[in-house]
């Protein structure tokens, strides 16, 4: 058998050797080979705008020139590659660049936690750790939040099909309807709060509460700056700490470095993966408030806490946030974007899209079925965009926050082909 | 404040920004730079050799020269570093050189999946499809096992510290005796049979076992042949699936690609991760019977499944399986360390030391408080080495797979000068 | 130490000798010697009107001549008093009865299951069996519900206090708002509905729905018709076992045999207790449409489910039912009750009184503090009567259902004098 | 429909009306109606002999007159039957009484709590409190050990078919080889303290330790008096509370009131309930060290705390141990009763038997298959008497303590009849 060495989109290799598991291969069918910014060629050579950015792992583009090179140079002078929690020259730069370029200019002071290289990993940590402070089990969490495959992570995940994974009941968790789950005019933190004040209410009162400032994985849900600010303030009216989970939210794809600060909270514990190593290489950090950094040396622990290749290029990331700049043009390109998902909405009212999201996490969502239509017509047309959803209902727009207007503009016109092609098909069907 | 840009050992920038969950830095408490091979150096240029191997994911030690090359290739030429699990060139080569090098020459059919980058991932993906397969919950693990941070994981951990860090009862797992933890002449299968034979023995028929065929971490305890084939005739016997986790053991470390090659059992599942990467880059499979793997598509995820630069050395890891060459060199190098372990034991009776272990994963259990003076005078002498077990009773000695003669013999002379050090103080202490 | 055989009231034995669990006999300080009908006699000889039926098990009053004399017949004859779920001449009466004067005239062919003689017992094997036939494990209860104290029935009741006691994590359940809950405008089957049709609210389809048609400890919470036919809808729809908790309900209470009677659901699974015994005597059924009925024998057991004496007096309860008098008559008194209660909410609008209830299960809700020291107060002035609530903020008013108008006025004189008293009281204190 | 009503062994209402749960009908297929000391009679007026004693809640035997003389009095002169835990004065005589007989002479000071009138609510007060008091989880049992049927019971019961009743996962529990479990050369308790003083062993400490001095339903499995008092000091040493429930062993069964006096130890709490009511009636008590007693008012409550009648027979029944003639009568009948098991084993070597159990508590364990069709063979001869054990291979003979020299041999004569038929049968069946 010896199909799978040829440079061809022959999928054969991964149907016969990869486990049934696979799934992002199969909505977007060919074999990748290099990339470069906001782009993906494949081994025949078709390229792709890439709206996907590593499901937000990619923030600053495919293999950054200026990290790329850091990066080399490490690897051609035999830099340590693999440390554990050793410390490295590697760690202490990006620690200390952190604190530069990110904390003190935030006026915030968190102690660093490297809990092993993934977001699921992070979130793990800090409801450990938010368990041990408090001496209390319960987590609260909400509806169509998405914050890990592990268990202790799945518990406060809502999707029924991956907690049905787990395989045994996942407990120590309670869902609250996040901002917007009851409807526009229902305020669910008066909602929550009924809970926790009334002692007949059934549930403990929870060590502390998980949120995402908006759901990605979740359907685009923003939460509002009021609702954000509320629930901040319930937790501190009953102890309970803040977890802001901004593995995907985080490091710019919202417009601010930290998802949290169009609202001015502070939370007690931030849990930052995905584009925090730069290149897309696997690395996570846990930031906790220095008064709850009560861990015991190794009471949690890992292999790859130490991966130094992901060091270098994110220090070198960190300098994206050393002035204004980047926020602006976030935060100008989400402008455009947001109109041009406007205009796609105005255009086609049969398909009743709406459009959600800030800064660079956008997208529209529609009746089911039409956004993975949408998606498969993309990828026919070069552009590589994903849905999400309870339904995979809505189209997720997250390119690489470096992409430039004209790549933004191309991507855009992929899909507005593809949303009229959807919509031609649609018509020719109805019309037969 | 600006300690923390000087080449100097000063580890104050950890002190100041990082949890004060870090652990390894308080063990070696310098400032790591470069490394290649089984050496590394610190900032000042002080060299050590390396008998940790990163816990056992750097066994073909730090930075080997053709995986590097081939690394730093596909970083000139743009190759793309993250792609989740679509498909890409890199991840096809390392399927078909795993299925040609490793499983095709043993006979064995695994699907491969990859779960995330890290052995508790690997380990949570394993429970869940044993879970899901059988409709069972219950894990029958081991004493001293250990097999991840994450709460699935941990729940499968013997260790008490790390367990207690979960903050929640860790559940639907039931530990029975590891071989020898009765004492050599009782037999733990028998007494686990009794319990799942019995139905009145309070346990539930579990999913599956999970073992390590070698525990690393709870003690460098080594399971028979018989007794691991025995456990496996159990698994068959009562349908439980059985899950070797080869996170530490595999890649070679107890002599063979897989560390249950030497007695002959075909696993369900295994798991595997650090060394599986090459490199010290974070990357993990579990290895599935086709019939097990019954996963739905994205069941189970992760945003770094597809860490293309791990691949890209892992595919040329596999190139050390291709002859028997390298599985020689490990009988004949632990041969030789066994020797002189056994060395040490008879030279320093007073220490009452016990040599353990196969292939290049031994160690010497004292009593305790000794091995973790040894470590620090050998840390002194320019030797890193770690202590295991339950109370740190037992130095662990597993150096790069690669290293050579001259290395290992040169790393042993630190540690015996290091355990003569310590038998001296003793001694010293004692006179006066 | 003698001071306990004394007739007096000197309750010394019970600090001496009893944990400090007990409760009841601190709001009630006295000690019982003899009861007939609506009243109770301490040793000392004063006379109580009771206005609490020993928290609803008293439902036909004490010691009812007509199940004394049975009883005592049984027991002159050696009836056979203890059978385990042996058959036995007294239990089969009593299954034929309440076929006869229960199940038939209603419609209704539940199997009576004997789970054990307490209300708990009962709940327990509810959840049990819903679980086994459904193969699922969440059960859906409420807030301030209450169905009991063992570690199954804990896990569905609201009350924090209660939980906590549990000592452990209480599982496999997911409390959602009661009619009313959220206040009066907002309907909480609605938020119910979007729990359990979003595939990403985070909680599992649950096996059942557990809930009482009125929440006695839970603050004499009334849930509407319409409320409890659309949540029996919502059973329907989502295949849930609707389970009707009617411990304290049942027997009248509220007007029908019943509680649910007057909203024509018809429950999979009732849970009765308390007054079924008739006589205060400790018993319990599970009612189970035939379908579900799926137990082995012997699945679920105890000790005390055959207490014949228990079914001698039951047997003859229900000759209560047998006509409608008895309905019509609570139904009389309910509305007399009422009217009551509204005048002495109506007279001392200080106290911003709510009156609540149904039938026989009244109230009234004050501002917390006011309901405890009207109870005290009552029981200077003769009359037993409990609080309940969340925050013990209201009287619950549930005479034995045979109380005779007279007794109901000299009851609720001694009320009206009570809260007089603590509204004289709280004028002096503010007076001042 | 009329079947019911005859005077008749026609068990029809029982198969039409009650659920399929019922067990003890289906191997005891009549309808009792009346009995009396140690005997039974069904309608038809078949008199059978009782080796079985209600499972143990008829250690005075049926209807035993004095206390039946005293129940009808306090039912003719209106005794108050129902109190929750209200004061009463026949509570009141109880709690004087069981110092003045039991606790006192035998030097203990528990309190007494009254947890709700079933063993099972005897055992979940004493969990929840040991949980409570050292703020601890796990709860250690035993193999074969039974404890009841509601969930927190359940969860350290070891019957597989009754576990998997629950429907749930059964956790914070952890259950170990019970004296003779690994066989008779292997010490458990060495096993148990192994996993206990090792950190590595994948168990928390436990809160509790509960235990069965004989495990009556397990198969009449004797801990012998050095493994008791081995684990009351195991117990000591890590700080675990000790646990006995004597639900079944207490009141005399096996030669003391309490069944922890043939080895002298004193148990932190104790469970008793089925003969503790004196007359079949159901009634519970948990007694307490003092320093334990940490309730907080109505921590845990229930409705049938206060069966006063219970209180009435269960204080009259304690007049049975206000001198020694009691247990020494118990022991006379225990020795006649080993006599006579050794004897039918000896006589009947083919059936491979082996006599066991201490006091009136007492069996023969057979091959499986044989002990269930002696207690058929019995049943048709007239005497009612029970398997126990995983497979129902143990005869299990449990006679009211009551019984005379004449009763006890009448009963043996039966038993042998029917060992004898049992014998010929197989013997037949073997021939041909």
């Known amino acids: 058998m010896n199909h799978a060495i040829r440079k061809s989109n022959d999928l054969g290799t991964f149907e016969h050797y990869e486990s049934s598991v696979r799934s992002y291969c199969r909505s977007f069918p060919t074999k990748f080979h290099r ?26 583009g495919h293999n950054p020139p200026e990290m790329k090179k850091k990066l080399i140079n490490y690897l051609m002078e035999d830099g340590i590659s693999h440390t554990l929690d050793m410390a490295s020259e590697a760690k202490e730069a990006f620690l200390v660049q952190f604190n530069k370029a990110i904390l003190k200019p935030r006026g915030l002071n968190y102690k660093v936690m490297f809990p092993g290289p993934t977001g699921t990993n992070s979130v793990e940590s800090a409801l450990k750790l938010a368990r041990k402070v408090t001496g209390r089990q319960t987590i609260m969490s909400f509806t169509n939040a998405f914050h890990g495959m592990t268990l202790g992570a799945l518990a406060v995940t809502g999707n029924k099909f991956k907690r049905k ?3 045994v009941p996942l407990n120590h968790a309670v869902s609250m309807p996040y901002d917007g789950y009851m ?21 403990s009162l929870p060590a502390a509460v998980i949120v995402e400032t908006l759901q990605g994985e979740g359907g685009i849900n923003v939460a509002s700056n ?12 009953y102890g309970m700490f803040l977890i802001v989970d901004d593995v995907q939210m985080g490091c710019g794809r919202t417009g601010s470095f930290f998802s949290f600060e169009r609202c001015g909270i502070v939370p007690d514990i931030v849990c930052m993966s995905k584009s925090i190593g730069g290149y897309g290489l696997p690395m996570a950090i846990t930031l906790i408030k220095p008064e709850l950094d009560q861990w015991s040396p190794g009471e949690h622990n890992g292999t790859f806490r130490g991966n130094n290749l992901a060091f270098i290029t994110a220090t070198e990331a960190l300098s994206y946030w050393e002035t204004n700049q980047f926020a602006e043009d976030i935060a100008a390109k989400g402008a455009l974007l947001r109109n041009e998902l406007d205009e796609i909405v105005a255009k086609f009212p049969e398909l009743k899209g709406e459009a959600r999201g800030i800064g660079m996490m956008q997208g529209i969502a529609f009746e089911p079925g039409i956004a993975e239509r949408i998606s498969i017509a993309a990828f026919e047309r070069g552009l590589i965009m994903e849905t999400s959803g309870t339904d995979s209902e809505v189209i997720k727009i997250m390119p690489p926050l470096m992409i430039d207007r004209d790549g933004l503009m191309e991507g855009l016109l992929l899909l507005k082909n593809s949303v009229e092609n959807v919509v031609d098909n649609k018509n020719t069907v109805l019309s037969h």
Chains 1, 2, 3, 4 share one sequence.
């Open 226 to 237: 009021e609702w954000l600010t509320g629930l901040s303030e319930i937790c501190k009216r």
């Open 165 to 167: 994974g787990a395989g």
């Open 183 to 203: 409807g526009a005019n229902t305020d669910t933190l008066a909602y929550i709060e009924s809970y926790l004040k009334d002692s007949g209410s059934g549930i």
């Open 35 to 60: 990339a470069s910014g906001y782009q993906m060629w494949d081994v025949e050579g078709k390229s792709y705008i890439d709206f996907f950015a590593g499901a937000g792992a990619l923030n600053y």
